[in-house]
């Protein structure tokens, strides 16, 4: 089994995590040029638990979310490079424009999100604290981000 996985299979893999004991930490995001905040950001994300799920926005949802010419990268393209850092473990899709029924089916033990969210606007975290669980917000890079490096990259063109 690969580790870009259907919401089915996460399913059934996170009941397994359960009966081992394992910490389970989720984020999501688009993750369109991935860059070295994305790194990091993955990094310490990883740290809170035993394994890190990736929920990553179908190209669909970024449209509807960022508008054309977004993504700039196709979603099997990015989900293969997701699933190659050493601080991911598994990456599944989600289509629909927030992560909320994609956390519901995990019930992870940490829900993790950049600081640049406001705490009462994290979607899910009903979820995971109802559940016991915890929200954690997490420092971004400085001066890193895709939007960033797109306004660069047709700058320099």
Request: net charge positive; hydrophobic share 40%; charged share 30%.
């Amino acid at each position: 089994m690969g580790r870009v996985v259907t919401p089915g299979t996460l399913l059934r893999l996170r009941r397994a995590m359960r009966r081992e004991g394992k910490r389970v930490v989720f984020t999501n995001g688009t993750f369109d040029i991935l860059h070295r905040g994305h790194v990091e950001y993955l990094a310490a994300a990883r740290k809170l638990g035993d394994l890190l799920i990736v929920g990553l926005n179908t190209d669909a949802s970024i449209r509807r979310i960022k508008g054309k010419g977004r993504p700039v990268n196709r979603g099997e393209d990015r989900a293969i490079v997701l699933a190659a850092l050493s601080s991911v473990d598994f990456v599944c899709f989600f289509g629909e424009d927030t992560p909320y029924n994609l956390i519901r089916t995990v019930r992870p033990d940490v829900l993790v999100k950049g600081a640049d969210w406001k705490a009462g606007e994290i979607v899910g975290a009903d979820i995971v604290r109802a559940g016991g669980g915890s929200v954690r917000r997490i420092r971004l890079t400085p001066g890193r981000s895709t939007s960033r490096l797109i306004r660069q990259i047709r700058a320099s063109s």
